[in-house]
């Protein structure tokens, strides 16, 4: 089992990036994945969740801005960030797991997880 997570960088407030989470060794159509983020000095916060069936979850603070969303045959997930803000500012990590829907942002639901892949907002 593998994640990749990728796409991150440096951006301006309001700006735009997709990360990207490729995956082997299991189906998207078997496992949800989740996109969690750290910023420095702050616990590990789930951002997003798309479950197997395709039906996607946000936090609070991605709704509106943040799309969740997959490639089954690439066995690849994305997070589209849209209008960045510089609270924004973390590692996004992607995980694999099969949590119930009211637990999907728990880190410990989760099996696997890839390397993060830093986002930097500045303003």
């Known amino acids: 089992v593998q994640l990749q997570a990728s796409g991150g960088g440096l951006v301006q407030a309001g700006g735009s990036l997709r990360l990207s989470c490729a995956l082997s060794?299991?189906?998207?159509?078997?496992?949800?994945i989740g996109w969690f983020r750290q910023a420095p000095g702050k616990e590990r916060e789930g951002i997003s969740y798309?479950?197997?069936?395709?039906?996607?979850y946000y936090t609070d603070s991605a709704k509106g801005r943040f799309t969740i969303s997959r490639d089954v045959a690439e066995n690849t997930v994305y997070l589209q960030m849209n209008m960045l803000k510089p609270e924004d500012t973390a590692i996004y990590y992607c995980?694999?797991?099969?949590?119930?829907?009211?637990?999907?942002?728990?880190?410990?639901?989760?099996?696997?997880w890839g390397k993060g892949t830093l986002v930097t907002v500045s303003s």
């Open positions: 995980a694999v797991g099969r949590p119930v829907a009211s637990a999907w942002s728990a880190s410990n639901m989760y099996y696997y």
């Open positions: 060794g299991f189906r998207l159509v078997d496992y949800g």
């Open positions: 798309i479950r197997s069936n395709g039906a996607t």
